[in-house]
């Protein structure tokens, strides 16, 4: 398949770039700045696209079949939470180029703060003990609130969509480069997947093998979903 990864130099999109590499499809890779692109590009085409703008998305995305968005609103947790609204443009700007392109699925890569810990209460309306799980869960501080729920207006804007689009919420402790590589996970719906131990984690190869699954054998057109150890 012709698949494109925005976000590609980032944590989850350089494992999903890899992903996709490892399954012979062919990929082109979008980044903000041609000077994050890699110095060994293997078979990939590296592309400059704006995730915040319908137009240059439009012709990024002509052509393919899917397209995978795991994009960061900055580099680093303070330009992130400076720029949370960015999550909400670019949601804008995608479905703004999916009408234009209807045949391209997109997946989005987004935050687990929607996911429900109880029916109808999620994560992020938990008020204190929200605020405590960002500070010592995730370890950004709590303005980073703003960043979560700009997620999940994101989700709600694609939720009105009409257009073959996908949400992939990972689990809620901070992803981090690295990490193992199982291929052993639990697929959910709109419920947070907790471990025994009451932690809820899932690592970068882990999150992209289910990415590219979905990608390969679509099960939630037009849903969210959410992968967890």
């Known amino acids: 398949m012709d698949i494109g990864i925005f976000g590609a ?3 989850i999109g350089s494992e999903t770039v890899r992903e996709a590499e490892r399954r ?40 393919l079949d899917v397209a995978i968005s795991t994009v960061n609103a900055g580099y680093g947790v303070p330009d992130t939470i400076a720029h949370a609204g960015n999550f909400v443009t670019g949601a804008e700007a995608m479905i703004g180029a999916m009408e234009r392109h209807p045949s391209v699925r997109v997946i989005m890569v987004g935050g687990a703060g929607s996911l429900e ?17 960002l500070i010592e869960d995730l370890e950004v501080p709590v303005e980073y609130g703003a960043v979560v729920r700009a997620l999940r207006d994101a989700l709600n804007l694609y939720r009105q969509s ?43 190869p882990d999150l992209a093998i289910a990415l590219l699954d979905e990608v390969e054998q679509p099960r939630f057109v037009q849903r969210r979903f959410t992968v967890g150890y």
């Open 162 to 204: 009409n257009r073959n689009w996908t949400y992939l919420s990972p689990s809620a402790l901070r992803i981090r480069p690295g990490g193992e590589r199982t291929g052993r996970f639990r697929i959910g719906g709109d419920q947070i997947l907790v471990r025994p131990d009451g932690t809820s984690h899932i690592s970068a």
């Open 117 to 133: 810990i109880a029916p109808g209460q999620q994560i992020v309306d938990g008020g204190a003990e929200f605020d405590r799980s």
């Open 24 to 63: 012979g499809h062919r990929v082109t890779a979008f980044a903000r700045d041609a000077a994050r692109f890699p110095a060994d590009r293997g078979q990939v085409d590296w592309q400059v696209a704006d995730w915040l703008d319908t137009d240059s998305i439009a012709a990024a995305i002509a052509g």
């Open 9 to 11: 130099t980032g944590v």
